[in-house]
Structures are given as C-alpha cells and as structure tokens.
C-alpha cells in the first residue's frame, strides 16, 4: 500500500508544474528573496524539505513559502502541528537520514522549546557520531523589532544561539544577501540558524540574479570602505548604519561599514584588518547590551587589536531589558541618532 | 450521559511466570533458532551487563546505566527489525544496539567517556543513544518521515523509559505519527522507575500505553519480561508500519532490578522487599523454562553459552581497553564538516596544552 501523508488539502497540491531555471533577475524584496531561493534550491535538489507551522496552504505568517506547496506537492512542504521543539526533533530526524530540511519557527519568541533539540541534538550529532551521521539543517526564524507586533514577537536572541558550538548563525541584511546565505545555508552540511530581519522583509526591492549562486558563509561582508572609523552591525540595523554612513560622507567623514553576517562562526579576520585600519570601532546591535555578540568582538578586537587602537571600542545596543511591547519600542530601537551621537564619540575621544 | 468513544488496552502475555505457556502461542515460534537466539542474547546482555558494573565499580568505566531485568525488551527490538529499519535508541537498548551490529566495546567506550563510543559504524543509519530524555521521540519521527517522503520500505523504532512519558516531546511525537501515518513503532520500558520516582507519581493513568488514544495512534501493553509478547508485539507493529503506514506505542511492563545508573543508590527509596518479589518475574529464567519446556535446552547448552557469552564480553572488554585515547583536536574536528578558519588557533591550542598535560604526567 503506497504511504501518503495525510496533508492534502488542496487539488492545486497535485499539479506539479515543471522546474527548470533559468537565470532570471527579480526585483523582489527580502521575504520575496527567501522564497525565491527555497523554490530555486527545492528545483535543484530533491532532498531539500520545507516544514514549519502555516508553511503549506497559508505560505508561511510572512509569505516566506508561499505557493512553495502548490509547485512542490506536501510531501515537500509540510504544515506540522502547533510544536516547536517537535518541528525542530522532526528536522534532525529527517536531516540524519538524508534530507535538507528547511524549518521555519514562526517568531523567534517561540524557537524555546526548540533550543533543547538544536542545543543537545542539532548542533552535537556530527560530533557524538564521529562524522557518521551530521546535521544539515536550517532552522529560519523572523526576528527582531520595529514592527509593532504583540509581545514575544520582537525579540532579538541571536547571542543564545551565538554560543553554542556546533551551531551557524547567519543573519542577511538584505535581499540579496537573502538569496544568497540562504542557499549557501542549505548547502551547508551542519545545522544553519538563520535569522530574518523581519523589520526589513518588505523595506526595499533589490534586483535579485536568481541564478543558484550562493554567497559565503562564515565571512564578514564590507559594505563601504573607509579609514576613520569601522562600523560593524548584521540585519535589520544595517539599514539604518548605512544612511550614517552616507550622511557622515557628507561632513568628509569615512567609515567602513561591515555586514558581520554570519555571527558563529565569527570571522574575526576581516574585522580585525579593518580596525587596525582605522582604529576605531563602534558595533550596533538590536540585542540588549550585555552577553549580545558585541561584547565577544569587542572582547576579541581588545585582545587582539589593542595597539592600533586611538579609542575605547564602543556600542550601540539595546537596553538589558525585556523588549518593551509596541508603545515603547521605538525608545529600546537603536535609531540613526543613537548611532550618529556614538561615531562623533568615537571619533572625539582623546 | 452515554459516552461517545470507548477504547480499551489490550495486554499480551504468553507466557507464565514459571515459563509455561498461557495461551496458543503466535506461529513464528515455530522457529525454534529464533527462540534460542532470543534466550543467547538476553544471557550475553546480563553478561555483559556485570561485567560493565564491574569495569565501573573497579575505576576502569565511567556512569553506566543497568539493563539487568530489562534484556527482553533490547533483544526482542534488535531481532525483530529488519536492517533497513532504523533504531533511534535511549540508554538501555545495548542489546538492541549490538544485534543491530554495534560491538560491545562501543559501548564501552561511550560509558568509559569516549566519543567514538557514538555508534560510529559507517553503515548505520541508527542514532545514537539520547541521554536528554524523550528528546529522540520527535527525532525517530523525523526518521520515520523521511521514510515516508522517501518511499522507504522501512520502518523506525525508538525506545524510551516511563519517565519519559511525562515529557510534551513524548506526546508530540505521538501526536505527529497519528496526524501524518508514519512508519513508527514506540517502545516504552516502563520499569516503574525514573531514578527515585515510581510510576504512580509519574502518572495517574491506568496505563502509559493508553497515551496513544489521544494521539489517534494504537496502544498495546505487553508482559515486558515475557519476550514472547514482546517480540511478538514488535513483530506487529513494525508489519503494521510498513505496510499500513501506522504508528504503535507498545508498552513493555517491566522492572528495574538494578539501581538507576551505577551513580545511583536505589536503596534510599524502595524496599529490598519489593526488589526481591521482582525477581521472581524476570525474564531470563522464565525464557529457560520455556525452553525446557518445548525441549529445546539442557545443562550442557547452558554451559556452552555460558562460557561463549564471557569469551564475548572479554574479548570487547579486551578491546575497549586497549583503545588509545583520541587525537585531542577531535574535539573541534568533528564540530563541523570543516574546521572553520576562525577555530585554528584554538584547534592548535588544544594540541599544545594535551601536549603539555601529557608531560607533566610523565614527569610526575
């Protein structure tokens, strides 16, 4: 008796249109990038597996997997039930005997109960095996604030997932980078954290080459060259470090914004390379100030960078506190202001 | 009031205390080989298993947990799947582990602190054993579902302990095999202990296999120390799985002769009584009888395997302890498929520091 999942729903799920692709240039916004990567990788490898909770019929809270099930059938695109450490224990299953599943965990508020399965399972099997069995696995989580959402939906956590070893934590800052790390984060044959910036899914349409080239992973990325001071920040807050940077060109002042991108592992290099340069250092992150992944680089440049520095690396953040629900939110947000005021410190000290 | 579902649990035991047969017996045990392999691997599993608390209590094993009382369960579950099945065990399946091609001194080396004690052979597909409890239950339905999604032929077993039942993953992953068919058989060793809380402190329900009800899913419990009922409750459910695309909880009642792990000391919360009363149930004697019974044993045989089971048990032991320690770099070499440039310089710290360790050692 041939196996069915009992998930069908819809007839559309039976007509499977044909796959092929073809270099094709989207302009499309970073949630649309998502979803033209997933349907891109999902052409190109049959092993690849989308689940999560509202991914099939509904494509997903943001839209991220929308018409992936009509063109891929619900074998491929699974609606689990409302469990978030299960749809992270079904991933791990289904990643050691050969599959590429793509999870999604709705907001990163709820990824909690997963953490024990990424933390103890995701993250350790390739190790507790000997390379026998591995993990290739990515775990997509909307993150972050600024769009007014109820509590728990707003939440900024990456330095958690930051610690653990074993672990990818890759945050895009764009559409294109979108496209890019969440292929490469596919490919990857260990478990990949990728973290949405959801305050930017729909800020702004880039042309996307949706072509299968997949970006770096484990790599800093410099968005914009300059010898008076480095900014480094990763997602959302990117967006608002690069209207300081075109502001501050306007006043002869040049600074070298760095794309962190993959938070774990960390690569220290390029960081390092660009504040020898410059020998100033400010790192913007939504996360509360203390333990966030900040306070591991500004520990590393310390260490490792203290002689060529002319100032304290410094940092805007968010406050130690519990996100403030949407009324407030705007007073937690670093904002361009906050960033600004932090640079002209920077380049006044001594 | 009329009630609109009633349900009921079925329980199977073949055989009695005494080993004698209760009812007809299922037809397979017609396969007398089969018989005496079941009764071979439950006496080299307490074998091995004095031979572990041994190697513990003389310094040469770390924390080990005691599969004594428990063996039909492990064995049953490792000669009734088929290769292309897959195990996704807890921490009393050695016998079930090994059957399925695992050596002795793997286990061994796991509880003696070594990673490559992980079920490291190439050509399984079976996971490791899970110390975080209920955990692997979501994992063995991943297994199942990519089974599903696959077309494989086969079916997935995961095994956990009563304990475990008091866990959302338990009850998730149930849930999940009912809504989506999967291939899955789940086998529960209640051994009406979880460290120091007994089973009526777990739950108030009449049974654990019950828990299946809710999940849409069949619920069997069975005699855990008669490995008649279970093989055959297996047997069922894994014909169940792979042709019928249906999940099964099979309950094994059971007891847990010896402490939780050789950490444990047993003796601060139950009564010596009540350990003596269970060995009147437990399963290897019973199995004996049995054969005895139908003809099938005598002394002599049971000299011979006596004998056979040491010379096994020494032989892994022999070669657990001849294991070198691993590369210390190992720690960082298996993190990720590659090492990432940023851990280099720890990777090398690591070497220099064993290094260093190792001749302070020496000079000591």
């Known amino acids: 008796m041939a196996r069915q999942l009992s998930l069908v729903r819809s007839d559309r799920d039976t007509e499977n249109e044909p796959s092929g692709h073809q270099e094709n240039i989207v302009e499309g916004t970073l949630v649309e990038a998502v979803n033209l990567a997933l349907r891109h990788e999902m052409s190109r490898d049959d092993s690849v597996v989308i689940l999560g909770e509202d991914v099939g019929a509904n494509g997903g809270v943001f839209r991220a997997t929308v018409d992936l099930r009509e063109q891929f059938g619900p074998l491929r695109v699974l609606d689990t039930p409302l469990a978030e450490g299960l749809i992270a224990g079904l991933s791990i299953g289904m990643a050691t005997q050969g599959l590429r599943p793509v999870a999604e965990i709705q907001f990163m508020g709820f990824i909690f109960p997963a953490l024990e399965q990424l933390v103890c399972h995701a993250a350790r099997m390739r190790n507790r095996t000997r390379g026998r069995l591995s993990c290739p696995l990515v775990v997509r989580v909307p993150f972050g604030g600024g769009i007014h959402a109820p509590e728990h939906h707003s939440e900024s956590t990456e330095a958690l997932l930051a610690h653990i070893p074993g672990l990818r934590v890759v945050v895009p800052s764009s559409a294109v980078k979108a496209y890019g790390l969440l292929l490469a984060a596919i490919r990857d044959p260990d478990p990949v954290i990728f973290l949405e910036p959801k305050r930017i899914y729909h800020a702004e349409k880039q042309r996307i080459h949706d072509n299968g080239q997949?970006?770096?992973?484990?790599?800093?990325?410099?968005?914009?060259?300059?010898?008076?001071?480095?900014?480094?920040?990763?997602?959302?807050?990117?967006?608002?470090?690069?209207?300081?940077?075109?502001?501050?060109?306007?006043?002869?002042?040049?600074?070298?914004?760095?794309?962190?991108?993959?938070?774990?592992?960390l690569d220290m290099e390029t960081i390092l390379t660009s504040v020898r340069k410059t020998g100033r250092?400010?790192?913007?992150?939504?996360?509360?100030?203390?333990?966030?992944?900040?306070?591991?680089?500004?520990?590393?440049?310390?260490?490792?960078?203290?002689?060529?520095?002319?100032?304290?690396?410094?940092?805007?953040?968010?406050?130690?506190?519990?996100?403030?629900?949407?009324?407030?939110?705007?007073?937690?947000?670093?904002?361009t202001r906050d960033i600004e005021h932090q640079i002209e410190n920077t380049l006044g000290f001594g | 009031m009329r009630g609109r579902h009633r349900f009921a649990i079925p329980f199977f035991r073949y055989l009695d205390e005494e080993g004698r047969p209760e009812d007809s017996l299922p037809l397979w045990t017609r396969d007398h080989d089969l018989l005496k392999a079941i009764y071979e691997s439950m006496v080299l599993t307490r074998t091995f298993d004095q031979k572990a608390?041994?190697?513990?209590?003389?310094?040469?094993?770390?924390?080990?947990?005691?599969?004594?009382?428990?063996?039909?369960?492990?064995?049953?579950?490792?000669?009734?799947?088929?290769?292309?099945?897959?195990?996704?065990?807890?921490?009393?399946?050695?016998?079930?582990?090994?059957?399925?091609?695992?050596?002795?001194?793997?286990?061994?080396?796991?509880?003696?602190?070594?990673?490559?004690?992980?079920?490291?052979n190439i050509h399984s597909r079976d996971l490791p054993v899970c110390v975080p409890v209920a955990t692997q239950l979501s994992q063995a339905a991943g297994v199942a579902t990519a089974m599903t999604i696959k077309g494989h032929a086969g079916a997935t077993?995961?095994?956990?302990?009563?304990?475990?039942?008091?866990?959302?993953?338990?009850?998730?992953?149930?849930?999940?095999a009912g809504v989506w068919h999967l291939p899955l058989v789940v086998v529960i060793n209640n051994n009406q202990w979880a460290i120091s809380v007994p089973l009526d402190q777990q739950t108030a329900t009449a049974s654990l296999a019950q828990k299946a009800i809710a999940a849409g899913?069949?619920?069997?419990?069975?005699?855990?120390?008669?490995?008649?009922?279970?093989?055959?409750?297996?047997?069922?459910?894994?014909?169940?799985?792979?042709?019928?695309?249906?999940?099964?909880?099979?309950?094994?009642?059971t007891y847990r002769l010896s402490d939780h792990t050789t950490a444990d000391d047993a003796s601060r919360y139950r009564s010596q009584d009540e350990v003596r009363k269970n060995w009147q149930h437990e399963p290897i004697l019973r199995f004996r009888n049995f054969l005895h019974g139908l003809e099938l044993w005598d002394v002599e045989q049971e000299q011979a395997l006596l004998q056979n089971c040491q010379k096994t048990v020494d032989a892994g032991v022999d070669k657990y302890l001849a294991q070198k320690p691993e590369a210390p770099e190992a720690m960082i070499d298996y993190l990720y498929e590659f090492v990432p440039a940023s851990l280099e310089s720890q990777r090398e710290a690591i070497i220099a520091k064993a290094a260093s360790l190792n001749k302070n050692h020496q000079g000591a």
């Open chain 2, 53 to 120: 608390i041994a190697l513990q209590r003389t310094g040469q094993l770390g924390t080990y947990p005691s599969t004594l009382g428990q063996e039909a369960i492990g064995t049953c579950i490792g000669l009734a799947m088929a290769a292309e099945d897959v195990l996704v065990p807890y921490y009393r399946d050695s016998a079930a582990q090994v059957l399925r091609g695992m050596g002795w001194e793997e286990i061994l080396l796991y509880w003696g602190g070594d990673e490559r004690g992980g079920n490291a």
């Open chain 1, 214 to 265: 997949a970006l770096p992973l484990d790599t800093c990325f410099t968005l914009s060259q300059g010898t008076d001071l480095t900014l480094l920040s990763w997602g959302a807050m990117i967006s608002d470090c690069r209207e300081v940077v075109t502001k501050m060109a306007e006043r002869d002042i040049a600074i070298e914004l760095i794309d962190v991108a993959t938070l774990k592992p």
């Open chain 2, 217 to 253: 899913i069949d619920g069997v419990q069975v005699d855990g120390n008669d490995a008649i009922a279970v093989y055959d409750a297996l047997n069922n459910a894994l014909e169940k799985a792979r042709h019928n695309a249906q999940a099964t909880l099979i309950e094994a009642v």
């Open chain 1, 281 to 335: 250092c400010v790192i913007v992150h939504e996360a509360p100030r203390s333990g966030g992944v900040g306070a591991e680089i500004a520990a590393e440049i310390s260490e490792r960078a203290l002689l060529d520095l002319k100032a304290p690396v410094s940092r805007v953040t968010g406050f130690d506190t519990i996100m403030p629900y949407a009324r407030s939110e705007t007073v937690y947000m670093p904002n």
């Open chain 2, 157 to 176: 077993v995961v095994t956990c302990g009563d304990g475990a039942t008091s866990k959302g993953d338990f009850l998730e992953a149930l849930n999940v």
